[in-house]
């Protein structure tokens, strides 16, 4: 019976550790950042509006990509997005330029106080073949919501497989 309260203390207790209340909401302590960080990306696919709780109301997105933007055509990608654009604007362009959807896996969490990183493989069908990026995501936290999200992965699957452009060799001429 001793064991059984004992545990019974310890649960409570590290359940109350992790939730806090500031400006009378609760909010999620550090130690659970990086299962967030790492479930978001899912939510923002599948349940948008379980994903829009997890946000600050100052929720900034920064899409880490340096395609210019005269490259994308009709189909831009902003370098930011906030709260609001980010279902809406960011969410509408990345289904119009894979309308099949996307699978992403996570592979690793790395977690530091209010900082996450997540690595995840994605997997897709692009309109000019297969689509399967890598991706780094970055977060942070602030008043125990996600403030800031940036996005990074590769330039050059984005350019090649999700808009129309071609790489070129570039051969230099040189006197001899």
């Known amino acids: ?16 550790c992790s939730q806090s209340k500031v400006n009378d909401q609760e909010v999620t302590a550090p130690a659970a950042y990086g299962d967030i960080a790492k479930d978001f990306i899912g939510l923002v696919l599948t349940q948008p509006d379980e994903a829009q709780k997890l946000l600050h109301e100052d929720f900034r997105f920064r899409y880490m990509n340096t395609i210019p933007t005269s490259l994308m055509g009709e189909l831009v990608i902003e370098d930011a997005y906030d709260k609001s654009t980010y279902f809406t604007d960011f969410l509408a362009v990345v289904g ?14 790395i977690s530091d106080g209010n900082h ?11 309109k000019n073949g297969r689509y399967d990026n890598k991706y780094v995501f970055t977060y942070e936290f602030k008043e125990g919501k996600i403030f800031l999200l940036d996005e990074y992965n590769s330039d050059i699957l984005v350019a090649t497989r999700l808009y129309d452009n071609k790489l070129i060799s570039q051969t230099s001429t040189s006197a001899e």
């Open 1 to 16: 019976m001793k064991n059984l309260v004992i545990s019974l203390f310890l649960s409570v207790s590290l359940l109350a």
């Open 96 to 109: 119009a330029l894979l309308p099949d959807g996307i699978v992403l896996t996570p592979i690793k969490t």
């Open 116 to 126: 996450v990183a997540v690595v995840m493989e994605g997997r897709a069908e692009g």
